[in-house]
């Protein structure tokens, strides 16, 4: 048995002048929902200590075997959703784009500025209610919450198949945003529940791959729906029958959801040993199970939060990465047609480019996980090539025997989402206690929504539709990226030097160090406060 001590967070009356000290057994009769106080102050709910200390207990319990089979399961049935989710996410809020190749301005009567302001519009409610909806996301049923959200946002977009003004747009557009905020966060919450800290990376950028992956399957549909359009000439036009496509696919998608998303205490496709055997697992990550912390938000987490240098690092990094994500998503069609490509060229020749992104997402999955310590050096190079191919793009002449040279160029500049998917996994590797997650997480995510925003917003109007300027600025974008990402990596390395220090001056031994690192993170216990959590 564990160690642990709890107080009862509502004595009764003889108690409240010395509050008697519980241990797990003593609070094993407890209702599950009640809360109790842990030994650093940390406030739990019975039903978390009880599913922490089972996992603590039976860790040693369950054979290599039994950790693998579990692992492969989740492997087999969770991660080819999420990829599927994810992928279908992507091309949702990015089919706006290739929507714009086929007439959605001039059948809508936009004019000026109005279309991007849809990319406006999108991200500013995205990040109106990703901290909203993140809370949500701690209180109740992950995967159930996911799933309902992913069902509206596909109503949505397929509304937007008959619209024919503006104004409507602009509202479907700000509601889409507000339902997709949950993905990411959602997922990356999702990944730590279920895989040890090491896997973190590789597991996310699987999911995260599908935004070049599933794009490669929709791009070719949308090929083909266009192409059905042009032979049927005054009939259903091509945008239209493109936003159909992507409204019934998320509507598909979230339908299977459903029945299978969720946290190792909420899928139904486990056992109960397979349950405690997935939770048991994560214990060595320091920062508890799928179910700590979930019932109370924690304001000491929220202040510690803003003072740490982490979220900073965050913030600028998803800032910098989405300026580039931001003008790419919303004029990287237009671009690509301005080196001398048809409507359709451009969305046959994108196909290559989402091939390299996949590949690249296999290289630095695996290597990550074979090699440890080398996330940040992969999010540090992966700047540097849509850096030198940005450049090459603004500062060649705008002349059609360069538009192989600028395609080629502009090929590289894929591996720019790297520094971006990678630093929202490191919020679930490097961040522990659930509320601080939960902060960070939504930080960054409003930097995402931002730095989407000001993308859309240095294409000028009066610089298309080569957008040279614009092309220089993100450029300048993804080297301050990379000077953040080396800065960061020195914070951490010295933080971790500090850490180590001090357990050798404790003078414990390993077993007592794992077993004090589980035990604060059984408790809700931050990265900050908890010296074991590297």
Same mark, same amino acid.
């Given at each position: ?26 609070v ?11 030994e650093?102050?940390?406030?739990v ?7 922490a200390?089972?996992?603590i ?8 075997e ?35 190749l086929?007439?959605?301005q ?24 990703e901290f ?20 509206c ?14 104004a ?5 557009r ?12 959602g ?21 995260q791959?599908a ?41 598909l998608?979230?339908?299977v959801a ?7 205490n ?21 920062a508890?199970t ?6 109370t ?8 939060a ?25 004029? %990287? @069609?237009?671009i690509?047609? !301005?080196?001398?490509?048809? #409507?359709?060229?451009? =969305? ?6 989402? /091939? ?12 990550t ?14 700047c540097?090539?849509p ?63 931002t ?18 300027? %614009? @092309?220089?600025?993100?450029? !300048?974008?993804?080297?301050? #990226?990379?000077?953040t =990402?080396?800065?960061?990596?020195l914070?951490? /390395? ?25 035990e ?13 959590f590297m």
């Amino acid at each position: 048995m564990s160690n642990i001590q709890y107080t009862d967070k509502t004595p009764t009356e003889t108690d409240e002048k010395a509050p008697h000290h519980l241990t797990v057994m003593d609070v094993s009769d407890y209702p599950d929902d009640k809360q109790v106080i842990a030994e650093n102050g940390n406030t739990v709910t019975v039903n978390e200590v009880k599913i922490a200390e089972a996992a603590i207990l039976a860790e040693s319990e369950f054979t290599e075997e039994e950790y693998k089979r579990v692992k492969r399961k989740t492997d087999l049935l969770l991660l080819p959703l999420m990829w599927w989710m994810y992928g279908i996410q992507q091309t949702d809020k990015t089919g706006l784009g290739t929507m714009n190749l086929y007439g959605v301005q001039k059948d809508t009567g936009m004019h000026g500025n109005q279309y991007s302001l849809l990319t406006v519009i999108f991200y500013a409610a995205y990040g109106l209610f990703e901290f909203p909806s993140n809370v949500v996301l701690q209180r109740f049923n992950m995967g159930k919450t996911l799933t309902i959200y992913m069902f509206c946002w596909g109503i949505i977009v397929l509304c937007q198949a008959f619209l024919h003004s503006w104004a409507p747009f602009m509202v479907l557009r700000f509601l889409q945003g507000a339902f997709e905020c949950t993905i990411s966060p959602g997922f990356n919450l999702i990944i730590a529940s279920w895989y040890l800290t090491r896997e973190h990376n590789a597991r996310a950028l699987v999911f995260q791959s599908a935004n070049a992956g599933w794009g490669i399957v929709v791009d070719l549909t949308m090929y083909g729906i266009a192409k059905a359009a042009e032979k049927h000439e005054g009939g259903f036009a091509a945008w239209r029958g493109i936003a159909v496509f992507l409204g019934g696919q998320t509507l598909l998608a979230a339908s299977v959801a459903w029945f299978m998303l969720g946290t190792p205490n909420e899928v139904r496709w486990l056992s109960k040993r397979e349950k405690l055997i997935a939770c048991a697992r994560v214990m060595s990550n320091n920062a508890g199970t799928d179910l700590t912390g979930r019932k109370t938000w924690k304001w000491d987490q929220v202040i510690e939060a803003f003072k740490d240098p982490v979220m900073y690092f965050q913030f600028v990094n998803a800032f910098m990465s989405c300026v580039c994500n931001g003008a790419l998503t919303t004029f %990287g @069609t237009v671009i690509n047609k !301005s080196f001398g490509f048809t #409507e359709s060229e451009v =969305i046959l020749y994108t196909i290559p480019r989402s /091939v390299v992104s996949v590949l690249w997402f296999v290289v630095v999955g695996y290597t990550t996980t074979k090699i440890k310590g080398t996330r940040m050096y992969f999010m540090m190079v992966s700047c540097l090539f849509p850096f030198v191919g940005l450049l090459v793009i603004a500062l060649l002449p705008s002349d059609i025997k360069y538009r192989w040279t600028k395609w080629g160029m502009y090929l590289i500049t894929v591996t720019f989402v790297i520094p971006m998917f990678s630093a929202w996994s490191l919020i679930s590797s490097n961040t522990a206690g659930r509320t601080k997650r939960s902060v960070i997480s939504s930080m960054c995510f409003i930097a995402y929504c931002t730095g989407n925003i000001a993308g859309s917003q240095v294409m000028k109007a009066k610089d298309a539709p080569h957008y040279i300027p %614009g @092309t220089i600025t993100i450029a !300048s974008c993804m080297g301050v #990226e990379f000077v953040t =990402i080396v800065l960061w990596r020195l914070y951490l /390395v010295w933080t971790n030097k500090r850490k180590q220090q001090k357990i050798e001056q404790m003078g414990l031994t390993q077993e007592e160090i794992e077993r004090k690192g589980q035990e604060l993170g059984a408790e809700d216990t931050t990265d900050i406060k908890n010296p074991f959590f590297m």
